[in-house]
């Protein structure tokens, strides 16, 4: 959801139960979340596009196989492939280690984690793009910790940055 024109694609891991039914990502509780979160920097879904790595939910929201992300991820490469954005803004470690891997599935465990990685830009070679890789901490994440809130904002000052707000 959002606007495929934007110049900031954010990435997250794969879609819940709401998501699924509905056909959008980011619409349950974690969605409500970045909703939040995003107004309070002042950014829109006119500002980003977002989208999942999985594109349907895994059962019981376990943790996505190997072989399904790389079962999915076709139609990412081609979301991006058509979107061409300069940023990508990854939620979470799965979609953080997934572009530092450059959609290497089995390259994917040995990737630093986003506690380490979040808020640092990193310029990355993806898919014959060049993309300014963005880690920031899931939107889930931050509900359960809400420590996480500051650290966050501090983040969404360097995407905001990118987006000229
Ligand atoms: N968590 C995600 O990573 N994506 C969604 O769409 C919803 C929750």
């Known amino acids: 959801k959002g606007n495929t024109n934007a110049k900031i694609l954010f990435v997250g891991e794969a879609p819940g139960r709401n998501e699924d039914e509905q056909g959008l990502p980011f619409v349950g509780a974690a969605g409500k979340n970045l909703d939040k979160l995003l107004a309070q920097v002042g950014l ?30 076709p139609w990412l490469k081609k979301q991006i492939r058509e979107m061409k954005p300069e940023v990508v803004c990854s939620l979470g470690n799965y979609a953080t280690k997934f572009f530092l891997a450059k959609g290497k599935i089995n390259e994917m465990d040995e990737q630093p984690g986003i506690t380490t990685l979040h808020g640092k830009p990193l310029q990355i070679e993806f ?39």
């Open 44 to 73: 829109t879904l006119d500002d980003i596009y977002i989208t999942n790595i999985l594109k349907c939910r895994p059962p019981e929201n376990r943790d996505p196989a190997k072989e399904e992300i790389k079962a999915h991820t």
């Open 127 to 165: 898919d014959g793009l060049s993309i300014k890789l963005i880690p920031l901490f899931h939107p889930a994440a931050i509900i359960y910790n809400r420590s996480l809130i500051s650290l966050w904002e501090q983040d969404m000052e360097v995407v905001k940055n990118e987006v000229g707000k």
